[in-house]
Nanobody
């Protein structure tokens, strides 16, 4: 059974930093890759970043490139999202996700309701 538990959210001022963590279990050798998405009230789900463990590659939404870094510590079964230079528009609930690696970046996040898993989320609030 795949379980994902996020932590590390909080409230910061614009320009600040946060590091989110996701403790994962049950996903290894399942053909799933890990990622982060976010959802703000009244807005659609937005894919933030994905870590492709098969090739060690990372992909990011244009809105966070150069500011966010996704990484994975296999020894600790933990996924991270380092968020720097945060902006008010980054305010959202952030979710850790696991979905098939075979999908393209955009399809990866679309596949979540049918083929993926996600945690309970952690709130990030950025004030101006």
């Amino acid at each position: 059974q795949i379980q994902l538990v996020e932590s590390g959210g909080g409230s910061v001022q614009a320009g600040g930093s946060l590091r989110l963590s996701c403790a994962a279990s049950g996903y290894r050798h399942s053909g799933l890759c890990m990622g982060w998405f976010r959802q703000a009230p009244g807005k659609e789900r937005e894919g933030v970043a994905r870590f492709d463990s098969s090739g060690g590659t990372t992909e990011y939404a244009d809105s966070v490139k150069g500011r966010f870094t996704i990484s994975q510590d296999n020894a600790k079964n933990t996924l991270y999202l380092q968020m720097n230079n945060l902006k008010p528009e980054d305010t959202a609930m952030y979710y850790c996700a696991a979905a098939p690696c075979s999908y393209s970046y955009s399809d990866y996040f679309r596949s979540l309701p049918s083929f993926g898993y996600w945690g309970q989320g952690t709130q990030v609030t950025v004030s101006s």
